[in-house]
């Protein structure tokens, strides 16, 4: 791999030296790399992928050069090697500059099908909440009406190899949670708090959101839902698409400011993660800088939250045996794993049981289930074969990305198991105390 480069990098978004020289090439993150865990291959560990992006940027290997491509894409960006890396080396941040280079390189060069792709989704679902929405009714609509199980008997979705895409397609709500300005009172409140909707979660996981508003209003919490709201960015800076990653983080600073909340309150992980980086996706902003610092700081994942102003401990009793498994941008990028295991235990009646490999990425990681299907399909199949052996009814965990993964392969294993997340099992255990309070 020492071809004469023809293309580097090059312009704002570049990979910076004083990141990837960082690395002093110890290994520690090899373990933690679930494609490295797959395939036992240098090339698929984030050491094999700092020494070929340093070789692309000192003009060693070609930007475009097929190995370097198909490698900066495998990687799930999961942030695993972040957190067990003793120089510190901010590998999430290397992987999505060089994954923009190589889409401003190749925008007007890709192929039909894949540019059409982006635009449906980046252009149009993600930047567009009624794009989504209108998209949701017609999934709904197909998942209703018999034309899905028709497709699938049919053998229709084979033989148009949509097969895999169409069964890790989200069950869509009967009711979305649509942001539109609601305000959420509670009596003699102590903190005020602003829901990140989301994309997927309020059209796909609406239950999730209602349940968060009435879990937060037991802690004392009033909650604003700004309309002004919108998609955190996540998918489109870990496509590539970084410019179009900041200015869906400038809508959401400014639907924050204008809310007049004290903490920005986030229902999925992976929307945290990113949320949480933006000081550092405008920090070259001279108009947004401050700004997105001063919201960064604000910003708590909900079981980070709950964990630390408390709980209200009128919970009833629920009779399961749960495994948690750690949303990949819950434990790696925010370094949060004890509060969601602190809250569930709070729970009476629950046994909660660790699983092996709990923080190993399920495979979901954004659309990494989409673009990379067969590594997607490895580790959903290691990740079930981890949940079955705990022996629990109901596995929990943060993330919509991980509870669609997780669903899918258990149901395609056989599995009964369910998938909750946190903050339902914890508004079922509230609401089975409030009708044991109510019989007579």
Known sequence: MTQTATHGFSGTDVPPASIYDQCVRC??????????LETMTETSSPRGRISLIKAVAEGRLDLLSAGFVDQMSECLDCRACEAVCPSGVHYGRLVETTRAQIHEATRRTAPVRERLVRRLALDLLFSHPRAMRAAAVLLRFYQRSGLQTLARRSGLLRA???DRAEALAPTISERFFVARGQRYEVRGARHSVMLHAGCIMHVAFAQVNEATTRVLGRAGCTVVVPAA?????????????????REMAKRNIAAFEASGAQYYIVNAAGCGSTLKEYGELLEGDPDWAQRAASFASRVRDVTEFLDAVGIAPELGPLEE?????DPCHLAHAQRLTDPPRRLLQRIPG?????????SVCCGSAGIYNVTEPEMAERLQRRKVKNVLATGANTVATANPGCALQLQAGLRAAGSKVRVRHVVELLDESYSRYSEATMRP
């Not at 290994?27 to 490295?36: E, F, I, R, S, V």
């Not at 709201?229 to 990653?245: S, V, W």
């Not at 045996?321 to 498994?325: D, N, R």
């Open 350 to 358: 629950l046994t909660l049981r660790e699983m092996n490999e709990s």
């Open 229 to 245: 709201q919108g998609c955190c960015g996540a998918i489109a800076i870990h496509a590539g698409a970084i410019d179009q990653g």
């Open 160 to 162: 148009l190899r949509l």
């Open 321 to 325: 045996i749960v495994a948690y498994q």
């Open 27 to 36: 290994g520690l993150c090899l373990p933690a790399c679930p494609t490295y």
